[in-house]
């Protein structure tokens, strides 16, 4: 088994002795490429991955450069952690490679909400940009962007809880780890000063609304 982790950054291990992989993550196209693989629940058409890797690239050398990216991620993470199906589509065999942010969406989905938040570590591929490939950093930016809504509706459901339970300080550390993950989000920063106030913590309440 192989583990992506890229949440808070990027990391590629065994799974049995931690070795890491250099030779995928040496190239960050290649990085690109298995976490796009990843993070997609299906199997990706060639001429969609052309598009968002090698937009730049006449047909046929793209298709080169591309299928040079598979050998080498098959040669790092063995020859069946990437699979090609028989339409010519590839995808991430989830039987060979774990994905961090794969696990904490399937968490959420499952409504293990305090499972999927003791799974994050940071945002998705923080900090990590590709360049030549715009089309790949959009599409990235929409997961970071709702992968942290996801986790912020969860920290509110969490603080709901705790909140209704009368737990008022555990509400208040669910709330605020919701809105350290949307802090744009003006009604949520409210409403967790108003559990501030309500639990007689003035000074943090001041404080967000200060960060406000």
Known sequence: MIELRILGGVNLTTADDGRVLHSVLSQPKR????VYLALTSEPCPRDRLLALF???MEMNRGRRALNQAIYILRRGLGSDAVLTRGDGS???NPDRVRCD????RRRLMDGRLEEA???FTGPLLDGFFLD???????WLDRERQALARALSDAGWSLSRKEAEAGREVAAIRWAGFAVDLNRDHEPGVRRLIQLQIDAGDHAGAARTYRQL
């Open 31 to 34: 990085v690109a490429l298995l």
């Open 54 to 56: 090698w937009p730049e």
């Open 90 to 92: 590839v995808a991430v």
């Open 101 to 104: 942010a794969v696990e904490v």
């Open 117 to 119: 938040v003791d799974l």
């Open 132 to 138: 030549g490939a715009r089309e790949f950093q959009e």
